[in-house]
């Protein structure tokens, strides 16, 4: 079947086996439980059932219901947050004591992620006199994006 165009390369084939395609509800909710049974992916299996279902992707008409929706918002901002702190609490780490590619990644999180406390800033000085060229121009660039937004 060469030349067909059935006919699936070994790429193709690891293009779909990486992609998350779910043609029934039930392949959704079995490759969902794979993820963690947490607080996190309790409200946005919640969120999402009530949305999509209940709601139909509407903004709910009753009381109650858009009393739900603003609790589920403080939720999801309170979980956010909490978040927050546990991905410093990594980039702190990959950046004091990580390798050289843990660090560029830190400073790329950084870039895009804005901490603003002493303790990061000092890092990311003293990283942007790194002796490799690559982590020295991600530290400065995550330092200059920290201190123009604070």
Excluded at 1 to 27: A, C, D, I, W, Y
Excluded at 70 to 85: G, I, K, P, Q
Aim: aromatic letters at 6%; proline letters at 2%; hydrophobic letters at 35%.
């Amino acid at each position: 079947m060469t030349g067909s165009s059935s006919h699936l390369t070994e790429q193709n084939r690891g293009k779909m086996r990486r992609s998350r395609v779910f043609s029934t509800p039930s392949s959704k909710s079995s490759a969902c439980s794979s993820f963690p049974n947490d607080k996190r992916t309790q409200l946005a299996a919640t969120i999402n059932d009530t949305c999509k279902g209940a709601w139909e992707y509407g903004l709910p008409g009753d009381l109650e219901d858009r009393k739900r929706l603003r609790d589920w918002c403080r939720d999801t901002l309170a979980l956010e947050n909490e978040f927050l702190r546990l991905c410093r609490h990594f980039v702190l780490a990959q950046l004091q004591q990580g390798g050289v590619e843990e660090k560029r990644q830190a400073t790329r999180i950084l870039q895009s992620v804005v901490y603003r406390d002493t303790e990061m800033m000092a890092i990311l000085k003293t990283l942007a006199h790194a002796t490799d060229e690559r982590i020295r121009s991600e530290a400065a660039q995550a330092l200059a994006i920290m201190e123009s937004s604070s």
